[in-house]
DNA sequence: CGGCTCATTGATGTAGCTCAAGCCTGGTGG
DNA sequence: CCACCAGGCTTGAGCTACATCAATGAGCCG
């Protein structure tokens, strides 16, 4: 993990091209709130397997994602995971009522962070209602995207949880290739093998069948690792019903 | 459905002994909020397989629920469907923000509301920085849920979800029976077997199957239909892990 | 080059699905 | 009051998708 203490002064430099200042939580503050705001984060980065939120681990940041992925997982007492959700740049991580839940977070990759104290996001809520009505929104929409995915996990086979999962990492990666009815397009995989089947909830084998068997249809090809492009994406929303 | 129009002074009447207003929605409403919200709302009854809210139906109810259980459902083009929660009385039951999701609601037993027409939540979640906390509170319970069951939906066998399936019910109707460490709780099951499958996310043999076995093994008892006892309550805790 | 980790592939086992037959329970009508 | 029927639940027999166990291959780094 490598710190660098923000500005003061530097506010444009900081904030001006962040994605979370345009799309994400920092875009309805005001200036004086932005820069109030940006005196009291810390930009850091850390790498890839870094536990960023739990409860038993006594960690909690909240915090901006600059870049990066990280996976959002729940624990069983007999060790086996599920990871319950995947949040990008320039989405906002941490747990605004941090008295709720016991989901934890890890980075996937390395991961680049604006972080505020703990106790300053409160601050802010309180000072800055379009604050809270963003992460209100936020919540709402993690919330459907998590009852979207008990459709993948509850009622789709192992093929259709693999083209699920790339239609979402797709539809992240590149929008507006991935809304368009048709035409290849390009999909880093962010996850590993391992990681991929504790986000389906099935084996490491059966991702690696499926994925083969995606390709021998001619659905994906492989660019490189970590890398294939969607042949036909309207096909691949086809299958998935 | 029946209707009965709130009478603007009957007040206590409605509001003293609900729910909501002691755990619920309500409970952070001043007086004067609670009056004019009261003169806004409608008691109804609906009877069992009710569509409440539904994005193509053109349904969107918002309301307190008083009695009985409402299913929340995700549906897919092949017609499956798969539940994604329950609610019960007190909660508050309605989208918030809603140009967001596609999640339907219809009762599963008959269902008693008190119903705010669609704008009023809005005018009251602006004048009562309290009422918006609350389901803003809400949506971040439900969210932990839904993260929750999708631990169930990927992680657990067809007998480990009965279980869990019977400790959230069990939980729901009897607390303070369902928190103690030990001893038997009655709980009177408020699905059909098929909801029970769509919840769970497996088939109606299956779940049945379940059922006997948990039987068998002595960990719940028949007592009436849809209404059993689990016997230890820890044991079932334990089996889900 | 040897020793990693990660991914693929094959062979076999099994939980849960499918298909199909009973079986309660409650309602309806003679 | 019983006969009948319909809908929900259970049980059985076989099948299939995925898990498990095990071996091999491909990149990567010391």
């Known amino acids: 993990m490598t710190k660098e203490p923000s500005d003061i002064k530097a506010l ?11 799309k994400g939580i920092c875009s309805n503050l005001s200036d004086q709130d932005l820069l109030f705001l940006s005196t009291q984060t810390t930009i850091a980065t850390y790498d890839k397997g870094t536990v960023l939120v739990s409860e038993d681990a006594g960690r909690d940041i909240h915090a901006n ?11 069983q007492r007999n060790g086996d995971d599920q990871i319950v959700g995947l949040q990008f740049a320039p989405d906002f991580l941490g747990r605004p009522l941090s008295d709720i839940g016991s989901t ?22 309180a000072r800055s209602p379009g604050l809270k009505d963003l992460l209100f929104r ?31 990492v797709a539809d992240q990666s590149d929008p507006e290739a991935a809304q368009a009815a048709t035409g290849p397009v390009d999909v880093p995989i962010p ?11 099935i084996k490491i084998e059966t991702v690696s069948r499926s994925f083969t068997t995606l390709r021998e249809e001619g659905m994906i090809q492989d660019r490189a690792p970590r890398l294939i492009t969607i042949v036909d994406i309207a096909a691949l929303r086809d299958l998935v019903a």
Request: aromatic content about 4%.
């Open 12 to 22: 444009p430099e900081i904030c001006k091209s962040c994605e979370a200042r345009h």
């Open 65 to 75: 994602i600059l870049k990066g992925v990280v996976k959002l997982t729940k624990s």
């Open 104 to 125: 934890n977070a890890v980075t996937a990759s390395e991961v680049r962070l604006c972080e505020f104290p703990k106790g300053v996001l409160d601050d802010m809520m």
């Open 138 to 168: 936020q919540a709402i929409i993690e919330l459907e995207e998590a009852r979207e995915w008990m459709l993948t996990l509850g009622r789709r086979t192992a093929k259709q949880k693999v083209a699920a999962f790339l239609l979402l």
């Open 191 to 201: 996850l590993s093998r391992a990681e991929v089947a504790e986000f389906l909830g």
